[in-house]
């Protein structure tokens, strides 16, 4: 396995339910875009990788400063996050080997901790799988009966929400995506089309911050959790240590 990993960011998406001008991936977030944010987060963490910015074909909003990567290719979006993968596995056949780890992360998560980054690498650097960023599940969970009522309430021992980065191996996430799609098996994310191939994806702890943005309220909540970080970092970091 290569040192550096592949990034995989699909931005192709429109973001409708959050009601704004633009994708809310172009939305300002403390004075940048949303996706600057996160590929700072990203670059920060991995400098040395090599990057594959999924973008709709007609993406009018994009700014190329805001990648930090010297290694790196926009591939062309596609209709669904799985079908934007799969591009961009496909636009890197000819360089990637099979047992390189490829981390794909959503553009909506300005917020990831780069110690969760880090960790998740080196959790994976010797899984024969590959595995995602998790946090277990805190809240009652109720099932609802498809009419606005509550149908039973879920046990929540073993539950987890499902975070990104999620990371494996090339040969193995190609084949996933690519039969899934085959069949008609509808993914959600990298992990459950690796799940139907009969793998159990590892489960890596991580924090409960890394928020996707969604809704029009996650906005100012993310704002709130960068503000919380830098905080939290500027008490931690060395005197005469200049924050990044």
Same mark, same amino acid.
Do not use: C, Y
């Given at each position: 396995m290569s040192a550096s990993p592949w990034l995989v960011v699909p931005a192709a998406g429109q973001g409708r339910r959050m009601g704004a001008d633009r994708p809310k991936q172009y939305l300002t977030l403390d004075a940048r =875009?949303?996706?600057?944010?996160?590929?700072?987060?990203?670059?920060?963490?991995? =400098?040395?990788a090599r990057l594959c910015l999924c973008l709709? =074909? *007609?993406?009018?909003?994009?700014? =190329? *400063?805001?990648?930090?990567?010297?290694?790196?290719?926009?591939?062309?979006?596609?209709?669904?996050?799985? *079908? @934007?993968?799969?591009?961009?596995?496909?636009?890197?056949a000819h360089e990637a080997r099979d047992d390189d780890l490829v981390l794909v992360h959503d553009v909506a998560r300005p917020c990831v901790a780069v110690e969760d980054l880090r960790r998740l690498m080196r959790v994976l650097a010797d899984d024969a799988v590959g595995g995602l960023l998790a946090a277990?599940?805190? *809240?009652?969970?109720?099932?609802?009966?498809?009419?606005?009522r509550v149908a039973r309430t879920e046990p929540r021992a073993g539950l987890w929400h499902a975070l990104t980065p999620q990371g494996f191996r090339y040969g193995l996430?190609?084949?996933a995506l690519r039969q899934a799609m085959a069949s008609g098996v509808t993914v959600t994310d990298e992990a459950s089309a690796v799940e139907a191939l009969g793998h159990a994806p590892r489960l890596v702890p991580g924090r409960r911050d890394n928020l996707k943005i969604t809704h029009p309220e996650d906005?100012?909540?993310?704002?709130?959790?960068?503000?919380?970080?830098? @905080?939290?970092? @500027?008490?931690?970091?060395p005197a005469g240590v200049a924050e990044r």
């Open positions: =875009p949303v996706m600057a944010h996160t590929l700072t987060r990203l670059h920060a963490a991995f =400098p040395g709709d =074909p *007609d993406d009018a909003w994009f700014d =190329p *400063d805001w990648v930090l990567f010297a290694d790196w290719r926009r591939v062309a979006g596609g209709a669904e996050r799985a *079908d @934007s993968v799969a591009n961009a596995l496909g636009a890197i277990t599940v805190a *809240d009652t969970m109720k099932r609802d009966d498809g009419g606005g996430l190609n084949q906005l100012a909540l993310a704002g709130m959790i960068l503000a919380a970080q830098a @905080s939290a970092h @500027s008490e931690t970091a």
